[in-house]
């Protein structure tokens, strides 16, 4: 599908899902006008193409939506899915591939979190966590409270805090 033909039918698709007030998936986005992580996804795809690594359908459908009359920026799972379909994935396996990829950046948040001492609380942006309506805070007496090795430091990562090659399955 090329030119005239991909113009049409993106803007009928698009049209049905405007219609239906539906949310178009894989575009805009609820912090960025722009996902700051769209753009080295559709480069390195566009890198693909021109090496004649991939074909680049989906990479034109893509770009078409956002070319639309109204439009969308794309968002990383629109990319996420343009690459993972150029690599020849079927749609269908696209959100468990996105929620693996995701996991493995929610891991690498949480250890650095834990390596810098801070408080584990995932990758939502400080101004939209909660704001805390609890009880005001007290004084507590010296036998009650976190003790000073409870709390989280600015210290490397011991061994012992480390994955080992028995947590790994190795003999």
Do not use: C
Not at 50 to 61: K, T
């Amino acid at each position: 599908m090329a030119g005239a033909e991909l113009v049409e039918v993106v803007s009928g698709v698009l049209a049905g899902y405007r219609g239906a007030k539906r949310y178009f998936p894989g575009f805009g986005h609820r912090f960025h006008p722009r996902d700051p992580r769209r753009d080295p996804l559709v480069r390195a795809v566009e890198d693909a193409v021109r090496d004649g690594v991939v074909e680049g359908a989906y990479l034109r459908i893509g770009l078409e939506i956002e070319r639309q009359p109204v439009p969308v920026p794309m968002n990383v799972d629109g990319a996420t899915a343009i690459v993972y379909s150029e690599l020849g994935f079927a749609p269908e396996l696209g959100r468990g591939l996105f929620v693996l990829s995701r996991a493995v950046g929610v891991l690498a948040h949480a250890w650095e979190e834990h390596g810098e001492g801070r408080r584990i609380k995932g990758p939502i942006p400080p101004p939209l966590l909660p704001a805390y309506r609890g009880p005001k805070p007290r004084d507590l007496p010296p036998d009650r409270g976190p003790k000073p090795h409870d709390l989280p430091t600015d210290r490397e990562p011991e061994p012992h805090d480390l994955p080992s090659e028995r947590d790994h399955g190795a003999t």
